[in-house]
């Protein structure tokens, strides 16, 4: 079992900059893909970044240039980097990991079956 909390949301205006932390705990070992993923109310779920073995990265176009996305593997950490925030970043942001995973597949969520609970991301225009 493989437990995930988030934690660095917050608010922030429009051009700011907010850095997401999600720790894994329990049985952490290879967790091949941990990603991130955002949720708006009504809406469906949506990948915004992913890293699997190898360090190897995967981005949603519509962050791509302004997030990046990081692992640290020694301390079962997973890393968002936000620039540039839009006030369209505003969500319910997603850890995510997954014993096997496709990097190809990383940002659907089908391919992830540990999530955490979320936190709460708002950018003000």
């Known amino acids: 079992q493989v437990q995930l909390v988030e934690s660095g949301g917050g608010s922030v205006q429009a051009g700011g900059f907010l850095k997401l932390s999600c720790a894994a705990s329990?049985?952490?070992?290879?967790?091949?893909?941990m990603g991130w993923f955002r949720q708006v109310p009504g809406k469906e779920r949506e990948g915004v970044a992913s890293?699997?073995?190898?360090?190897?990265?995967n981005y949603a176009g519509s962050v791509k240039g302004r997030f990046t996305v990081s692992r640290d593997n020694a301390e079962n950490t997973l890393y968002l980097r936000m620039y540039s925030l839009k006030p369209e970043d505003t969500a319910m942001y997603y850890c995510?990991?997954?014993?096997?995973?496709?990097?190809?597949?990383?940002?659907?969520?089908?391919?992830?079956?540990?999530w955490g609970q979320g936190t709460q991301v708002t950018v003000s225009s």
């Open positions: 329990g049985y952490t070992v290879s967790l091949s893909c």
């Open positions: 995510a990991a997954n014993r096997q995973c496709l990097w190809s597949r990383s940002l659907q969520s089908t391919s992830y079956d540990y």
């Open positions: 890293v699997a073995t190898g360090d190897n990265t």
